[in-house]
Antibody
Framework: QVQLVESGGGVVQPGGSLRLSCATS????????MHWVRQAPGKGLEWVAF????????YYADSVKGRFTISRDNSKNTLYLQMKSLRLEDTAIYYC??????????????WGQGTLVTVSS | SSELTQDPAVSVALGQTVRITCQGD??????ASWYQQKPRQAPILVIY???NRPSGIPDRFSGSSSGNTASLTITGAQAEDEADYYC???????????FGGGTKLTV
């Protein structure tokens, strides 16, 4: 079965950096686009970034563009999110999600359990 | 616009039918998807495309769309359907993802 396991979350000071990883299994990772989605405490879902199956296209939410970088290693079946210049408002659970590959809809058919990033001084 | 709008809260009696709606200009170009999230759990996909259910999603969940409005209907709501529901689509420009603000369903 499809498994997505995030890691790398933790507490970081404002202005700091953190790298999240998402180890995947149970599907052909190199054939599917992937996303990062976050959820601030008590708030709704916010899309963060998208990467095409081959890494050739990357898109970002305006709130993180220029600070976050999404990448993938298809040889390791792993997705990454490099986060720099972190702000208090980046505090959230970060979910790794698999794109369903359905009709260019970018819907997400599998989600990891998330990793908590807390930005605090 | 680059937003998806949902009612913040909806309630339904056990066994009755409820419709949760989502409005946005992007829905004229892209199908909505719907996600269910229960407390302290990750979201799960319940409806995608015109009206498709992933494996394991009960057939009491259905989707529909007209113009700039998408709807999630639960026919015969069960206690276990109490959750937050989020709609989703690509934005009209095609290179961002939009989520609605979420609807808290009380059964």
């Amino acid at each position: 079965q499809v498994q997505l396991v995030e890691s790398g979350g933790g507490v970081v000071q404002p202005g700091g950096s953190l790298r999240l990883s998402c180890a995947t299994s149970g599907f052909s990772f190199s054939s599917f686009a992937m996303h990062w989605v976050r959820q601030a405490p008590g708030k709704g879902l916010e899309w963060v970034a998208f990467i095409r199956y081959d890494g050739s296209k990357k898109y970002y939410a305006d709130s993180v563009k220029g600070r976050f970088t999404i990448s993938r290693d298809n040889s390791k079946n792993t997705l990454y999110l490099q986060m720099k210049s972190l702000r208090l408002e980046d505090t959230a659970i970060y979910y790794c999600t698999k794109d369903a590959g359905y009709s260019s809809s970018w819907c997400m058919d599998h989600w990891g359990q998330g990793t908590l990033v807390t930005v605090s001084s | 616009s680059s937003e998806l709008t949902q009612d913040p809260a909806v309630s339904v009696a056990l066994g009755q039918t409820v419709r949760i709606t989502c409005q946005g200009d992007s829905l004229r170009s892209y199908y909505a998807s719907w996600y269910q999230q229960k407390p302290r759990q990750a979201p799960i996909l319940v409806i995608y495309g015109q009206d498709n259910r992933p494996s394991g999603i009960p057939d009491r969940f259905s989707g529909s769309s007209s113009g700039n409005t998408a709807s999630l209907t639960i026919t015969g709501a069960q206690a276990e359907d109490e959750a937050d529901y989020y709609c989703h689509s690509r934005d009209s420009g095609g290179n961002h993802v939009l989520f609605g603000g979420g609807t808290k369903l009380t059964v």
